[in-house]
């Protein structure tokens, strides 16, 4: 007895085997014998009621920011067009812009 045991000569083996679902066969059968067989369909339920609440939240939510980026988008796109009719406009001689202002304020679809 004079060697020094190893534990790194042992392994990381375990040393039995289980069929399985043998321990959850155990659980079912304790919970029948002593009546509470329905905890397992509660928590069962439960799980599944939480998984389909988290996926809707979350598809609610890249849902929002989806739409919400497209309206960003939407109103920078309007601005830009905005902006460059302006400065055609504000390029044109006075002249021009008297004449383009005179029809406008006569077009019958614009001042419906």
Same mark, same amino acid.
């Given at each position: ?11 990381? /083996?375990? %040393?039995?085997?289980? %069929? ?7 659980? /079912? ?7 509470? #067989? /329905? ?41 830009? #067009?905005? $902006?460059?009719? #302006?400065?055609? $406009? ?11 202002? #005179? ?10």
């Amino acid at each position: 007895m004079e060697k020094e045991f190893d534990f790194n000569r042992i392994g990381k /083996r375990m %040393p039995y085997t289980t %069929p399985d679902g043998f321990l959850d066969d155990i659980e /079912r059968n304790v919970l029948k014998e002593t009546g509470n #067989e /329905r905890v397992i369909h509660t928590k069962r339920r439960f799980l599944g009621i939480r998984i389909v609440t988290g996926t809707a939240v979350a598809a609610a939510i890249v849902l929002f920011f989806v739409l919400n980026n497209r309206n960003i988008t939407n109103v920078t796109e309007e601005t830009d #067009e905005m $902006f460059k009719v #302006e400065q055609a $406009f504000n390029n044109l001689s006075v002249e021009d812009q008297d004449y383009m202002l #005179e029809i406008y304020q006569n077009d019958i679809f614009l001042n419906e």
